[in-house]
Structure formats: C-alpha cells, structure tokens
C-alpha cells in the first residue's frame, strides 16, 4: 500500500553557489524510483546558504521509521554533511474510513 509521504530538510552550507541545484541532485538520487517531488526554497545570508526542501508524493514506507531506515541506506555523504534539520509525517492508507469503524 501507498502511503502520503511530507518530508521536511534543511541543508546549510559555507556559501559557495549553486546550492539549490546541488541538493536538487541529491534528492533526485536519494529518492530514484519513488513517486516524491520536491520544492525547493533556497537563501543566502552571512556567508552561509540554506536550502529547505519540501518533498511530498506517494511512497511504501509505512512509518517514520522505515524512512529513516531508508534514507540511511540510501543517502551520499553529502546529504549528512549539509543536514542540518528534518521533519517528516508518514500516513499509510487504511482500508475503509476509519470513521465509524465498520469497514
């Protein structure tokens, strides 16, 4: 089963350029094969620049944990290097409403 997948990080690094596209990179290898897209949101101040990615989409972990587990198997070094923050919600879908409690 599918589950709905928000995924939260936040990437610092030394300015140096082109960091959005840097971690563009990274996702796209990190999530190959799983239905996720991303946003973007990238700034510079004092020397530093951040990017906050905003993943959501469909996947078939199941629960934070999996997650995790997954993006430590799968992750580059440098997704750890520049991680600096995350959050993420996991909701699988349930057979029936879960509302009444008869289905």
């Not at 959005?20 to 999530?31: G, P």
């Not at 190959?32 to 906050?52: A, F, H, M, P, T």
């Not at 587990?69 to 070094?77: L, Q, R, S, V, Y």
Request: net charge negative; with cysteine; charged share 30%.
């Amino acid at each position: 089963m599918n589950s709905e997948t928000y995924l939260d990080f936040c990437f610092v690094r030394e300015a140096s350029g082109n960091f959005a596209s840097e971690i563009d990179k990274v996702l796209s290898n990190l999530f190959k094969g799983v239905r996720l897209n991303w946003y973007l949101d990238e700034k510079s101040k004092d020397g530093v620049e951040i990017v906050v990615a905003e993943v959501k989409g469909m996947s078939r972990w199941e629960s934070e944990e999996e997650t995790i587990e997954f993006i430590e198997g799968h992750a580059e070094d440098v997704f750890w290097e520049y991680l600096q923050g995350y959050k993420m919600f996991i909701y699988p879908n349930k057979k029936g409403c879960n509302g009444c409690g008869t289905h």
